[in-house]
């Protein structure tokens, strides 16, 4: 069974990836969990040719020359002859054997309320200008909600969209707005440059798949209090650790000025976490939902983060939700089990008289 025949199983059973490590069986993500083949485990010579298989000539000349590689991939079904799908493919060398995590990208773009994310965010991403941050742990859907709210906006403005990724999986149609979507590798070095040079570009809406270092935020920063819509994901667990890393990641001396410009800019944080379903039917999403009221502002400036959280809680007509708020619904509704509410939260004393 060679690698297509693999991928077209995981697409068959609706898993969201297939991993390929020598040593092991060939193995998928289905909601959440890894969960074997039924196949052999690969020695290392046929798990070098199956990886490798899947890559053309320039990315297998990418590959041995820096020993890692992402990219997206359009692949076709060996028997049919249709595409398969797109997908995320992520190639590593150990010891001197190419082992790869391909990420399954659905064909179609689903929608926020499909994905159950918080109303308020579909009227904050129509705004004209200001930072929303989609963030949380890896493989728990932020590229998910990242282009179900570009498709969004595309939908319902005539606006240019400019998107920077690492690597594209979503490909979004020209519908209201025009689409221009770059991957880092192919059609740009990084995203710090291409961020820059998308602002000459005459964008209304500037999506960043990865906010990895000072450069890309500083320039993300500085595009959000010029006049775009900037939506960008993190890896940070909770809104207000969000907040802290964007200041954290400057040196001391730019910080105070930072704490200004991200007061000043910050429309939303939307922390997200994937969380398995007590009927064992696939994992449900909790959010926690920050919106930059005046006083959360104040705040961000004040640099009295510990403050936020009580902002949050008396905050819900607007929109604003802790992560714990949305356990206790889940929990109340019987949607997620007692021992995944308490792995989950941040702070277990807000759910402690239901645990």
Same mark, same amino acid.
């Given at each position: 069974?060679?690698?297509?025949?693999?991928?077209?199983?995981?697409?068959?059973?609706?898993?969201?990836?297939?991993?390929?490590?020598?040593?092991?069986?060939?193995?998928?993500?289905?909601?959440?969990?890894?969960?074997?083949?039924?196949?052999?485990?690969?020695?290392?010579?046929?798990?070098?040719?199956?990886?490798?298989?899947?890559?053309?000539?320039?990315?297998?000349?990418?590959?041995?020359?820096?020993?890692?590689?992402?990219?997206?991939?359009?692949? *076709? /079904? @060996?028997?049919?002859?249709?595409?398969?799908? +797109?997908?995320? $493919?992520? !190639?590593? #060398?150990?010891? =001197?054997?190419?082992?790869?995590?391909?990420?399954?990208?659905?064909?179609?773009?689903?929608?926020?309320?499909?994905?159950?994310?918080?109303?308020?965010?579909?009227?904050?991403?129509?705004?004209?200008?200001?930072?929303?941050?989609?963030?949380?742990?890896?493989?728990?859907?932020?590229?998910?909600?990242?282009?179900?709210?570009?498709?969004?906006?595309?939908?319902?403005?005539?606006?240019?969209?400019?998107?920077? *990724? /690492? @690597?594209?999986?979503?490909?979004?149609?020209? +519908?209201?707005? $025009?689409? !221009?979507? #770059?991957?880092? =590798?192919?059609?740009?070095?990084?995203?710090?440059?291409?961020?820059?040079?998308?602002?000459?570009?005459?964008?209304?809406?500037?999506?960043?798949?990865?906010?990895?270092?000072?450069?890309?935020?500083?320039?993300?920063?500085?595009?959000?209090?010029?006049?775009?819509?900037?939506?960008?994901?993190?890896?940070?667990?909770?809104?207000?650790?969000?907040?802290?890393?964007?200041?954290?990641?400057?040196?001391?001396?730019?910080?105070?000025?930072?704490?200004?410009?991200?007061?000043?800019?910050?429309?939303? !944080?939307?922390?997200?976490?994937?969380?398995?379903?007590?009927?064992?039917?696939?994992?449900?999403?909790?959010?926690?939902?920050?919106?930059?009221?005046?006083?959360?502002?104040?705040?961000?400036?004040?640099?009295?983060?510990?403050?936020?959280?009580?902002?949050?809680?008396?905050?819900?007509?607007?929109?604003?939700?802790?992560?714990?708020?949305?356990?206790?619904?889940?929990?109340?509704?019987?949607?997620?089990?007692?021992?995944?509410?308490?792995?989950?939260?941040?702070?277990?004393?807000?759910?402690?008289?239901?645990?």
């Amino acid at each position: 069974m060679d690698a297509l025949e693999l991928l077209a199983q995981a697409v068959a059973q609706g898993a969201s990836d297939l991993h390929l490590v020598a040593g092991a069986a060939p193995s998928m993500r289905l909601h959440g969990d890894i969960k074997p083949l039924n196949h052999p485990p690969l020695d290392k010579p046929a798990c070098d040719e199956m990886v490798r298989s899947l890559l053309q000539h320039h990315q297998l000349e990418a590959l041995d020359r820096d020993w890692q590689l992402s990219v997206s991939r359009e692949l *076709e /079904d @060996p028997k049919t002859g249709h595409v398969l799908g +797109h997908f995320r $493919v992520s !190639v590593h #060398l150990r010891d =001197g054997v190419a082992e790869a995590a391909i990420r399954v990208t659905p064909r179609r773009i689903r929608t926020p309320d499909e994905l159950g994310l918080p109303p308020v965010l579909k009227e904050l991403v129509l705004r004209d200008a200001g930072l929303i941050l989609v963030t949380g742990p890896t493989g728990h859907g932020k590229t998910t909600t990242f282009n179900a709210l570009i498709d969004y906006v595309n939908h319902r403005k005539r606006v240019k969209i400019v998107t920077i *990724e /690492d @690597p594209i999986e979503y490909r979004h149609a020209h +519908h209201h707005g $025009v689409v !221009v979507q #770059l991957e880092v =590798g192919s059609d740009t070095h990084g995203f710090a440059a291409a961020l820059r040079h998308a602002l000459r570009e005459d964008p209304d809406v500037i999506c960043v798949g990865e906010m990895r270092d000072l450069e890309t935020i500083a320039t993300a920063l500085t595009a959000a209090e010029t006049g775009h819509l900037v939506l960008a994901t993190l890896h940070t667990p909770s809104a207000i650790g969000t907040i802290s890393r964007i200041i954290d990641v400057f040196p001391a001396a730019q910080q105070d000025q930072v704490k200004v410009q991200l007061a000043n800019t910050l429309t939303a !944080v939307v922390a997200q976490r994937l969380l398995p379903r007590a009927d064992g039917r696939g994992r449900v999403l909790a959010t926690e939902v920050l919106v930059a009221t005046d006083a959360v502002r104040n705040l961000v400036r004040e640099q009295k983060l510990h403050q936020v959280h009580n902002v949050m809680s008396t905050n819900r007509a607007i929109g604003m939700q802790r992560l714990e708020d949305h356990l206790r619904q889940l929990l109340e509704s019987g949607t997620i089990t007692r021992a995944v509410a308490s792995m989950a939260a941040n702070d277990l004393r807000a759910i402690q008289d239901l645990l």
